[in-house]
């Protein structure tokens, strides 16, 4: 298998040969495709939207590879992309189903329940349910720490806030998830 050489692949992605940046372009969808996928289908729940929104986040990062000024890493890049294509997409479902801010949560929880790739026994479910009852961005924060034990210094290249709030937000997401479980129903 080929090492992943984030240098490399941005400079043959940015090179003049059409066959370098097809290459170098398979390259950092095989390295970044499961990576993102999971961070995707923790926003949006469902195989098929999370597919769909991945290759939406591949094609935009292809067409704009040139406008890419590497002031960031270029996995910083690709998951802001990726955030971003999932926000737009779960504002445009609530939209289209005329689903205020404080339903969301109900709708997809709805829909994780009925997806034929959830098979989550109760505990499982009552902790979706409490990552769903979490606002927006403190479920990113808590997904990108807890699900993927990513450093805070990457979550705050990534979502543009400092360490010390992504701390404090982690830190209630965990005691509003370990209230919501313990509660007695």
């Known amino acids: 298998m080929e090492m992943y050489n984030e240098e490399e692949v941005l400079s043959l992605l940015k090179s003049k040969d059409e066959g370098q940046n097809k290459k170098a372009f398979g390259r950092l969808v095989s390295f970044y495709s499961e990576k993102l996928y999971w961070q995707i289908r923790k926003m949006v729940l469902s195989h098929d939207d999370a597919n769909d929104l991945l290759q939406n986040t591949f094609i935009k990062a292809w067409t704009s590879i040139h406008l890419f000024r590497g002031e960031a890493k270029l996995s910083t890049w690709l998951y802001?992309?990726?955030?971003?294509?999932?926000?737009t997409f779960l504002n445009r479902q609530r939209s289209m189903n005329n689903i205020s801010?404080?339903?969301s949560d109900v709708f997809l929880l709805d829909r994780l329940q009925s997806s034929d790739y959830f098979d989550g026994d109760a505990l499982q479910i009552?902790?979706?349910k409490a990552l769903l009852l979490l606002p927006a961005k403190q479920?990113?924060?808590?997904n990108m720490r807890y699900f993927d034990e990513m450093p805070?210094?990457?979550?705050?290249?990534?979502?543009?806030?400092?360490?010390?709030a992504l701390k404090a937000s982690y830190h209630h997401a965990m005691k509003k998830i370990r209230a919501f479980i313990l509660e007695e129903d």
Request: no cysteine.
């Open 80 to 87: 802001k992309i990726a955030i971003n294509e999932s926000i």
């Open 101 to 103: 801010l404080d339903d």
């Open 126 to 128: 009552k902790f979706q």
């Open 139 to 142: 479920r990113l924060v808590f």
């Open 152 to 164: 805070y210094e990457k979550i705050a290249d990534i979502s543009g806030t400092s360490i010390g």
